[in-house]
């Protein structure tokens, strides 16, 4: 089994080298994101995903794996382009860089399995909302159909705008994500 500082140093130059091939971040972006994207979990709960250092990038990571093969599945004429596709994966989910703090109670880790909590310092948006405030603040250009992905790759089944009149992007995203996700709790069950 992989030891977690050797995972997250391993995650972390596949994620740095494709941003860097792809240009994803702008320099002020990398600056503000620091160390902390490579370091951050995905999610609060070890019942969710990701509930550990590097949970992050790792997810991110997956999604864009399974969004490039869906993406090579599609007709010529609904594929989009790698790297609007790499670059929204990418960006997608980096409004959790600073949203989750260790949570102190050892009672709740343990018994729980509540590993991180919110960090109630941020003003309250969706992951896909703070992600693209980021990106847009630190100076990364989104086309229409990129932005519109980041920020609506997880909003609810009832939200029928982002449901039903959404880019083939976004539903590449969306399926990815889910399919990342998946991945992730059947390896956590396997004990991986």
């Known amino acids: ?11 972390k130059d596949k994620f740095l080298n494709t941003a860097v091939t792809y240009k994803i971040f702008t320099p002020e972006l990398l600056e503000f994101l620091g160390n ?15 509930a550990f250092p590097g949970g992050l990038v790792e997810h991110i990571l997956k999604t864009t794996k ?14 989009i382009s790698k790297t609007s596709l790499i670059k929204t994966c990418f960006l997608h989910q980096i409004g959790k860089t600073y949203l989750y ?6 009672w709740h880790r343990n018994n729980q399995g509540k590993m991180y909590e919110y960090n109630e310092d ?22 229409e159909e990129e932005f519109q992905s980041i920020i609506n790759y997880d909003k609810s089944e009832e939200d029928k705008q982002s ?30």
């Not at 089994?1 to 995650?11: C, T």
């Not at 902390?36 to 995903?49: D, R, W």
């Not at 896909?128 to 630190?138: C, I, M, N, T």
């Open 122 to 143: 941020l003003i309250s948006m969706k992951i896909g909302e703070r992600s693209a405030y980021y990106a847009l603040k630190y100076g990364v250009e989104l086309s």
């Open 163 to 192: 449901r039903w009149y959404c880019s083939t992007l976004s539903t590449i995203l969306k399926q990815a994500n889910e399919l990342a996700i998946i991945e992730e709790k059947n390896n956590q069950n396997d004990g991986q």
């Open 101 to 106: 703090k260790w949570c102190e109670s050892e």
């Open 66 to 79: 399974y969004a490039i093969g869906i993406n090579e599945t599609l007709p010529t004429d609904l594929k």
């Open 1 to 11: 089994m992989v030891d977690l500082k050797e995972k997250i140093l391993k995650n």
């Open 36 to 50: 902390e994207i490579t370091t951050a979990p995905a999610s609060t709960m070890k019942s969710l995903h990701g």
